[in-house]
């Protein structure tokens, strides 16, 4: 059975950093594309940023040059590193894999940046 567990959320001030991981069990991590999501109150979920198996990466032009993905293969573990965050980065984020049929989602991990 393939599980993701989202964490890192939390509240920062604008201009803070916030650090999300994504744990990945029951599955090869490493033929996924791997993507992060996000949801803020009354909006349709978004991309954020996903990174291919070759680690070919693509980021929401909102995020660019603040937001960072990576992956660890042997820990099975995504990374969403989020700098110099607004108040408009509010919103739950979710931690997307994807391959062939498989298509598998975290539970949400909210991110509220608020002074």
């Known amino acids: 059975q393939v599980q993701l567990v989202a964490s890192g959320g939390g509240l920062v001030q604008p201009g803070g950093s916030l650090r999300l991981s994504c744990a990945i069990s029951?599955?090869?991590?490493?033929?996924?594309?791997v993507g992060w999501y996000r949801q803020a109150p009354g909006k349709q979920r978004e991309l954020v940023a996903e990174?291919?198996?070759?680690?070919?990466?693509n980021y929401a032009d909102s995020v660019k040059g603040r937001f960072t993905i990576s992956r660890d293969n042997d820990k099975r573990t995504a990374y969403l590193q989020m700098n110099s965050l607004k108040p408009e980065d509010t919103a739950v984020y979710y931690c997307?894999?994807?391959w062939g049929r498989g298509d598998h989602w975290s539970q949400g991990t909210q991110v509220t940046v608020s002074s």
């Open positions: 997307n894999i994807r």
């Open positions: 029951g599955t090869i991590f490493e033929l996924y594309l």
């Open positions: 990174m291919t198996s070759s680690h070919t990466t």
